[in-house]
């Protein structure tokens, strides 16, 4: 018996931060952020008094920018109400939390003349069921991302040469080269067989990170001191190292057989099936994993994450080439030498005041998910999901490297907040706590489980930091990736035990 069509169950698990663009933005005047949480709410429906009422009218009637910071600021001292009228609860990363409190109702910048800039308080949505505000990944953008790989498999011409100098021609246009290489356009195009559905988990978790741009190469000063760019944005992501935490399926109509008149794929051009697209997958997507890992090792701190997830790979290779698992990239910040062909790649380089715009192969610069937005140390990379086909077994490397991840960095999930109006001041104890040093104004914050975040101000922060050992001391205050044991109460820090 010829079946017309094979439906292939699927288990999806986000190995880094994912961003899926939808268009919406957590706006700051119908959210605030209190110990390490978002919390969205509709202003609407705060149960305000008569005198509150009045106070937020004088706030929304004041002049230009100045209306924004005070109505930003009315909601920030009314937090404990937002937060019990909230629909949704998100994590944040411990930098997201200071930054908040550092600018919500300042003033960012004043221009000549006097004119003022109010702080741009937007955070960028994932892609989310609009009733639920729970995250998923939608099949455009999984398929957009298998599309791709089949292309670069299928692409057996020379390398295109170009002149660096000069934009590709106007006939190399994307759309051009897919229906070169898949042998027309929509009714011969071999993805009209292949159906994907939604990727969802009812406990998919996201959190909110700074995403930064970072050159590939190192930059340096006059004086020969590491210099970094002062570019980053706020997002919310589906947070890495969920196992399985989605599911879809994927289904293969058998269509029929070619004819002359180019109304169904070539013979030649069809999709036998998932292995056929895993393996092209895996054959695009990791060799540029292992070599983002690479740069990431060279270019920053050699962190432990890196060694954990290369094992991880490893470990992962005998389903790679069985063609029973997929590696992707999906969702922004992909990358360009992931979004585009390897013997047709030519991107853009933009240039300065001091070089011209050209045109290379591979991209200089690199977005990565942090905690902080000067932070030189955890960085990852976005965008990297696991496909599993047709499970029928656990797999026991990917879930103890997952639960292992999760152990190190927490990540509530999305969902109703339980409130706690008054947080106990119990002492507690934080075994392997990050610690970041404000140069700026002296603060030092240590980062625990769950991403709780406890703070010491000057001068008290000196005298912690005079405790340590010079060499340790040293480490703390240039940022750098330290692990350390301390003692804490009610978002104080108490002591720091090297």
Known sequence: ?????????????????????????????????????????????????????????????????????????????????????SRLKVPVAAGVDEWYRGRVGQVAQRESGGRTISNQLEIERTAHHPHTGRPYLPASSIKGSIRTAWLNHIDRGPVVERDPSRPPPREERSSDIEAELLGGSFSSDPFRQV???????????????????????????????????????????????????LSTEMRFDRLPAADKRGFTPADDKRIGGFLDLARACNGFYLPRFQSELKLLRRRFADDPWIDRVEKLLGQLQPDFQAGRSMLLRVGRHSGAECVTLDKRRWIQIKGGKQRPTYWARDATTIWLAAEREDSRAELLPFGWLLIEASPSAANDALRTWCEAESTRSPTPAVGK???DVAPSAQEEVWEKARLHFNRANGTLTAVGPGNAVAHALKPRSEE????????????????????????VAGGKILAIEA
Do not use: W
């Open 1 to 85: 018996m010829i079946r017309f069509i094979e439906t292939v169950p699927l288990v999806l698990t986000p190995l880094t931060p994912i961003h899926i663009g939808c268009g919406e933005d957590f706006e700051p005047t119908n959210y605030v952020i209190d110990s390490g949480v978002l919390y969205e709410f509709d202003p609407a429906r705060l149960a305000l008094t008569a005198n509150e009422r009045s106070e937020l009218l004088r706030a929304v009637s004041q002049p230009g920018d100045k209306a924004i910071r005070a109505v930003q600021s009315f909601f920030f001292e009314k937090r404990r109400r937002c937060i019990e009228a």
């Open 195 to 245: 159906k994907l559905a939604d990727a969802d988990g009812e406990n998919l978790a996201s959190r909110i990170l700074f995403c930064v741009d970072r050159d590939k190469e190192q930059r340096l000063s006059r004086t020969g001191e590491r210099v970094e760019k002062n570019l980053f944005v706020l997002r919310e992501a589906i947070a890495g190292a969920q196992y399985r935490a």
């Open 417 to 419: 907040p339980e409130i």
């Open 464 to 487: 912690l930091l005079a405790g340590l050992a010079p060499d340790l001391r040293a480490k703390v205050k240039a940022n750098e990736y330290v692990r350390i044991r301390v003692r």
